[in-house]
């Protein structure tokens, strides 16, 4: 990092927090630090939408996922529009019409206290594990410019994210949101075109798709049912469309987003837009990656992106073998590219293919070396966009791309913070610890639960080291709940003979089969939303039809 890049860093972030605290300046009552009174205009909301998905494990995994997997992850979206078209319609009048601070409490008006103690405490816990991944993320980025042991760059990034929302509440980071996503934009193009530049002369963009189509890169789309295969069509717009629903007609940290809106329709349009950006956002993102992919085919990357542990690979005895091996298949891959870029023939293309194939072992074997040197697993992934980015992008654009990812970071773990307060003192201690307090007492407590959850967030963000592709790990998280989530919420909208008791007991039974999957089938993890809600809602109404918890005709 360069002096320049520092400049361009630092001027961003700080901007980025004193605009937002300067718009939640007049924050003053438990409405307003929760709701933001309900003054939100439809694009602030859209774009805190946006920048509360987009994280920075959005920016720094989803391109790694890229390079090793190929750009099949955008199917994992492909059921994102109809879901937002369906809670646009359903979940944001409800919402709004019941004057809630939280989803969960219109479980309890729908049902009874219980089922909404239950579905609070099962945000809680997977929102709260979540959280700590998406510190985590930001952190990888600190550790890798500084060299800081990660437990130090969380509690940077802890503290600073914690410090703005304590203070601004929701106001803070909507606005900050907005201006983060901003930020991000810029990011994204300025990364892409310069995976572009950075390419051999002889290289055009035309040769670098066709490199990348070669080798696996472009998978964009795959037709084939697997129920074991993560990522293909019928994952994407069935699976996928249910984690969508969950995440954003259940999830507190996107109900809350849209529950500042100045009405209805403000709301529905915040949705929308997602609706038509989202994809191609992803899109653009995995664009990057597969780039950066065809750009190590002519400038050799290292056998192991994580720069600690290649130099603890460095210093093994079996290290030299390896690196001749490495180089020969680096060399080979790209005379084979070079080969398949002038002929494009069934030959060349299979000469690229083996060569590519040859090249991947042989950084597995790298890879499971650095796993028997540490005696733990090891993924790199994450590292791939961050090695690219300070490796190769000149000063000024370095700052410009890092500043994108820390405020794509500080835009998730804020909004999940913030929402997790909101549930804890909504839900929790208003609704069964303090319940006649004054507005002044829950405002405190309100931001005495920020505090607490952000230091929650950095005492657990260690455990994403062991996660492998950090995009995968937080939805994975969020799938094993999802499921059960969902059902309860189309139980409380769709099947009004259902009580209480039914919906409370269904939402375990659907938390146990989800768990028993897991442990006992290879089936993907979107499958899991799927079945999950299917097994709650069969469970209710099975229990309603049996006379239990069944709830009485008005």
Known sequence: MRTLDWWVLCSSVVFIIVYGLWRSRDTKSVNQYLLAGKTMPWYAMALSIMATQASAITFISTSGQAYVDGMRFVQFYFGLPLAMIIVSATAVPLFHRANVYTAYEYLEQRFDAKTRALVSL??????????????????????????????????????????????????????????????????????????????????????????????????????????????NLWTG???????????????????????????????????????????????????IGALVFVFYTFEKPPIVFHQVEMANLARTGEYAGLSKRYDAAFERRREAARRYLSSRNETSLAGYRGAQAEFESTRKAGIKLVEKTSG?????????????????????????????????????????????????????????????????????????????????????????????????????????????????????????????????????????VIFILHYTTGIAFLWYNVIGCVVVVCTGWLLSAAGIGRRLAA
């Open 376 to 512: 733990s697993s090891f993924n790199d992934t994450n590292y791939i966009f961050l090695s690219f980015v300070l490796g190769y992008l000149p000063a000024g654009i370095v700052g410009l791309v890092l500043a994108a990812i820390l405020a794509a970071a500080m835009s998730t773990i804020s909004a999940e913070i913030n929402s997790l307060s909101t549930v804890t003192v909504i839900d929790v201690y208003q609704r069964h610890i303090h319940k006649d307090a004054s507005d002044g007492h829950y405002l405190l407590v309100s931001r005495l639960a920020t505090v607490f959850w952000g230091a929650y967030a950095v005492v657990t963000a260690g455990y994403g080291r062991s996660l492998g592709s950090l995009i995968e790990a937080v939805n994975m998280l969020g799938s094993f709940f999802y499921g059960g989530l969902l059902g309860v919420f189309v139980l409380a909208f769709a099947a009004p003979r259902v009580g209480g008791t039914a919906a409370f007991m269904a939402v375990l039974v659907g938390e146990a």
């Open 122 to 231: 099962i945000f809680l816990i997977q929102r709260g594990l979540a959280v700590g991944v998406a510190l985590y993320a930001p952190a990888i980025v600190l550790t890798v410019i500084l060299g800081w042991p990660d437990q130090w760059t969380t509690i940077i990034m802890g503290t600073i994210v914690v410090a703005y929302t304590t203070f601004g509440g929701i106001k803070a980071v909507t606005w900050t949101d907005f201006q983060q996503m901003l930020v991000m934009f810029l990011g994204l193009f300025v990364s892409l075109g310069m995976a572009w530049r950075l390419l051999p002369a002889d290289v055009s963009l035309t040769d670098a798709l066709h490199l990348a189509g070669a080798a696996g890169r472009l998978n964009a789309v795959v037709t084939s049912f697997d129920w074991n295969d993560r990522y």
């Open 237 to 287: 717009l069935i699976g996928g469309m249910f984690l969508a629903l969950a995440y954003f007609g259940c999830d507190q940290s996107q109900v809350q987003r849209y529950l500042t809106g100045k009405s209805i329709a403000q709301s529905r349009l915040s949705l929308l837009f997602n609706a038509v950006a989202k994809i191609p956002m992803q899109f653009f993102i995995l664009s």
